[in-house]
Nanobody, 121 residues
Framework: QVQLVESGGGLVQPGGSLRLSCAAS????????MAWFRQAPGKEREIVAA????????TLADSVKGRFTISRDNAKNTVHLQMNSLKPEDTAVYYC??????????????WGQGTQVTVSS
């Protein structure tokens, strides 16, 4: 099956930036979308951004519009999440996922291990 590995998380001050990367490997995999989810302590896992690899359509959660950007490199099976103007509320474990486009984490078949993003002064 497909393996997804996230990288790029860390500790940043409010207003700072991070760039998360997700590299896919393993058997050949076709998916209509890849997405980033995040989960903060005591909170449900929520959609952050999704990108449809067939049509190039990008969507962002309202909470991150204007601050985050999702991008892809289909040839390399890689997806990125550029996070700017980070807020403490962005603190969470960020997960890369692959599957049919959906806002629900249950509709994604493959998941990375997660990478911690902490925004704090």
């Amino acid at each position: 099956q497909v393996q997804l590995v996230e990288s790029g998380g860390g500790l940043v001050q409010p207003g700072g930036s991070l760039r998360l990367s997700c590299a896919a490997s393993g058997r050949t995999f076709s998916s209509a979308a890849m997405a980033w989810f995040r989960q903060a302590p005591g909170k449900e896992r929520e959609i952050v951004a999704a990108i449809n690899w067939s049509g190039g359509t990008r969507t962002l959660a309202d909470s991150v519009k204007g601050r985050f950007t999702i991008s892809r490199d289909n040839a390399k099976n890689t997806v990125h999440l550029q996070m700017n103007s980070l807020k403490p509320e962005d603190t969470a474990v960020y997960y890369c996922a692959a599957g049919v486009y959906s806002a629900s984490p249950r509709d994604y078949d493959y998941w990375g291990q997660g990478t911690q993003v902490t925004v704090s002064s």
